[in-house]
């Protein structure tokens, strides 16, 4: 057990305080979620980085980090939607995706031969991450200056909170979705190669 271990280990052990401050009846604990995700994913930049830095690096961390990761952002896209922040079709597609590679990357560990994650893959993960983040402060701040701007202490309208939301999670979608191709196209030349004579 290594610092860059803890860090991939403490992003799963915040996933649960931020669902639950999220969910919370206190709007400052709902608000304030953001800063938590926000924290947590600031977890996935720095563990990988000190482990290669320190030359720490070992099979458990390679595992985990991409487990936590999709812990933590399969936990926030169902909250989202749970929140009625974005549309189901949307993370549906996003969340299968994960846990397929999730079970891939588990069985090939077994075998001894775990998945190397792939640059896209990093790029999809810093993706998810930022869109979560942004839909979290902008819901935020929309309830927090309903709090203190508002007469009536409502929300302010925004009607274009839904296109926000919907638009980058779109973006999420594709991303996730090339990501996964690419996970999955050395498989399809290799069944190629094997069956075709």
């Known amino acids: 057990m290594n610092l860059p ?7 799963i052990a915040l996933t649960p305080l931020f669902l639950g401050m999220l969910f919370a009846e206190s709007w400052y604990l709902r608000s304030s ?19 290669r830095s320190k030359h720490v690096e070992t099979d458990f961390g390679r595992f985990m980090d991409p487990l936590a990761d999709k812990i933590l952002v399969t ?3 169902v909250a989202l939607v749970w929140s009625r922040l974005v549309h189901v079709w ?11 590679i999730t ?3 588990a069985h090939a560990a077994y075998r001894g031969r775990p998945l190397e994650t792939t640059r896209l893959a990093k790029w999809k993960t810093m993706t998810q991450l930022v869109t979560v983040i942004i839909i979290l402060f902008v819901a935020g701040l929309q309830e927090t200056l309903g709090r203190f701007g508002s007469p009536t202490g409502t929300a302010p309208e925004w009607t274009w909170l839904p296109f926000l939301s919907n638009g980058l999670m779109g973006t999420v979608l594709v991303l996730t979705l090339l990501s996964g191709l690419h996970y999955f196209l050395p498989i399809l030349r290799f069944s190629r190669r094997r069956f075709l004579p």
């Open 33 to 51: 979620a953001c800063v938590v995700f926000a924290i947590a994913s600031l977890t996935d930049f720095y563990d990988g980085r000190l482990a």
């Open 103 to 105: 079970a891939m990357r």
């Open 90 to 100: 949307l993370v549906a597609p996003i969340v299968v995706r994960d846990i397929v």
């Open 75 to 77: 936990s926030a896209l």
């Open 5 to 11: 271990n803890l860090l991939t280990l403490s992003r």
